[in-house]
């Protein structure tokens, strides 16, 4: 076994179980990714988490709903930071095609330099609206409160697509309460997922999208946070 494989043990086995095994090739990517995340980190900002735990809160964290993504989807991952969790999903799902985007440009010139043949990444804000009705898959880590997420996510994603996005265990009343209709969306199922190699918990709320985002979605960022929906 090559030590890309065996530094990853976790990583491999949980992909497995999903149905999606990893060949030596993309062990050999991620161990890249890890060593060039690493390295840039040391003059730019891009994460605090520290290499003893990429595995599990980079890499893990990204891959929990691996298998709600559907074959060959087009997937729009909102505020990606250095490229979590589109970075991992390109990796390991080479049959989607991936688009990062984040509003900090270092973060998108870092992930622009650990290229994947699917995988794209944009410097722009989801408010400005550069998207309308094209993905299959909305997501994103750590974007901000859930609905602030959702009014973002809502206007690029086609209709009959959803948005999953990555929330915890402390947020299942505020995602049950989100009044989704404003959006024409429908909460279709909450998934839960515990992080293999930690003491955690997190939840993939479904949102499938119903009908054309009414046209005043998303607001302006000032609006949003002023007046957040729900």
């Known amino acids: ?59 893990l964290d990204s891959l929990l709903f691996l298998d709600l993504i559907p074959g060959n989807a087009e997937l729009l991952d909102i505020g990606c930071g250095p490229g979590f969790p589109c970075w991992p999903i390109a990796c390991a799902r080479p049959d989607v095609k991936v688009l990062g985007m984040d ?10 330099s650990v290229k994947l043949p699917n995988l794209w990444a944009k410097t722009i804000r989801a408010e400005e609206r550069p998207y309308r009705d094209q993905f299959d898959v909305v997501t994103g880590r750590a974007l901000a409160p859930l609905a602030i997420q959702l009014e973002l996510s809502a206007l690029p994603c086609r209709v009959g697509g959803a948005i999953v996005p990555m929330r915890t265990e402390s947020e299942r009343e505020a995602i049950e309460e989100f009044p989704a209709a404003q959006l024409a969306l429908i909460l279709e199922a909450i998934i839960e997922r515990e992080l293999p190699g930690a003491d955690a918990k ?28 729900g």
């Open 1 to 59: 076994m090559h030590l890309g494989q065996m530094e990853f043990d976790l990583l491999r086995r949980h992909c497995l179980s999903l149905g999606f095994p990893l060949t030596e090739e993309q062990m050999l990517q991620f161990s890249g990714f890890e060593q060039a995340l690493y390295q840039t980190n040391q003059t730019t900002n891009l994460t605090r988490v520290p290499p003893e735990q990429f595995e599990t809160r980079h890499l």
């Open 103 to 112: 509003s900090a440009n270092k973060m998108i010139q870092f992930l622009k």
């Open 202 to 229: 997190r939840l993939f709320p479904i949102f499938r999208k119903a009908g054309p985002t009414p046209q005043k979605y998303p607001r302006s960022w000032a609006e949003i946070r002023r007046r957040p929906m």
